[in-house]
């Protein structure tokens, strides 16, 4: 079972960065894409970008620009930088690791991410 755990969430200032991080528990074998989704208060989950394991990024238009997606294969890892961050940035941020062969996903627990205006 593949356990995913988050770290570098925070509250930050309208603005600032912050750097997002998720290492997978063991190596997710087979073609995948890890990634990230945002869920604030009151609304849907939804996404921020993805990764596969080939390096294809894939971002929501509002993140464009100011987000950007990598990961790491070797250390089973992928990582968030957000810059420019926005008072409507503020959500609870998932990592992902999507498998395409089972279509099965793995979640991690979420991290906090606040930005003040």
């Known amino acids: 079972q593949v356990q995913l755990v988050e770290s570098g969430g925070g509250l930050v200032q309208a603005g600032g960065s912050l750097r997002l991080s998720c290492t997978a528990s063991?190596?997710?074998?087979?073609?995948?894409?890890m990634g990230w989704y945002r869920q604030a208060p009151g609304k849907q989950r939804e996404l921020v970008a993805t990764?596969?394991?080939?390096?294809?990024?894939n971002y929501a238009d509002s993140m464009k620009g100011r987000f950007t997606i990598s990961r790491d294969n070797a250390k089973n890892t992928v990582y968030l930088q957000m810059n420019s961050l926005k008072p409507e940035d503020t959500a609870v941020y998932y990592c992902?690791?999507?498998?395409?062969?089972?279509?099965?996903?793995?979640w991690g627990q979420g991290t906090q991410v606040t930005v003040s205006s």
């Open positions: 992902n690791a999507h498998m395409y062969y089972s279509n099965w996903d793995y």
């Open positions: 063991a190596n997710i074998l087979g073609p995948n894409a």
């Open positions: 990764i596969s394991n080939g390096g294809t990024t």
